[in-house]
C-alpha cells in the first residue's frame, strides 16, 4: 500500500503563483507516471499535467505556458508550479500515481486533494 499527501494549496490573488507538492510514501519499488487532477463542484474530474518516469511532460491546453510540472524521484515527489493564475484554476487539486509495489504489482493511488481558490 502507498499513500499520496498533497500540499501547497491555499487563496491566491488573479496573476499569482503556488507550488504544490505530492509526496509519495509506503510501498514503494517505483513510480511511473504522475500526473495532477482537479475538480470543480459539478464538473468532471479533469487531466491538468502528467510526467513521466523519465522527465516527458504533457499539459491541459487550459494551463500549456503557466502550469509546470516536475518531480523528484529520489524523493518521491512531484510538483506543480502554477503561475499567472486565473479564477478559473479555482479547484480541489488531486496528485495521482502510478506505483509498481513489486517487479509485477503496479496500482494506481490518488492523494486526499488540496484546495486551490483564486481571487481578489
Known amino acids: 500500500q502507498a499513500q499520496l499527501v498533497e500540499s501547497g494549496g491555499g487563496l491566491v490573488q488573479p496573476g499569482g503563483s503556488l507550488r504544490l507538492s505530492c509526496a509519495a510514501s509506503g510501498n514503494i519499488f517505483r513510480i511511473s507516471t504522475m500526473s495532477w487532477y482537479r475538480q470543480v463542484p459539478g464538473k468532471e474530474r479533469e487531466l491538468v499535467a502528467t510526467?513521466?518516469?523519465?522527465?516527458?511532460?504533457n499539459y491541459a491546453d487550459s494551463v500549456k505556458g503557466r502550469f509546470t510540472i516536475s518531480r523528484d524521484n529520489a524523493k518521491n515527489t512531484a510538483y506543480l508550479q502554477m503561475n499567472s493564475l486565473k479564477p478559473e484554476d479555482t479547484a480541489v487539486y488531486y496528485c495521482n500515481a502510478d506505483v509498481w509495489v513489486d517487479l509485477r504489482s503496479l496500482y494506481n493511488y490518488w492523494g486526499q486533494g488540496t484546495q486551490v481558490t483564486v481571487s481578489s
Open positions: 510526467i513521466s518516469s523519465g522527465g516527458s511532460t
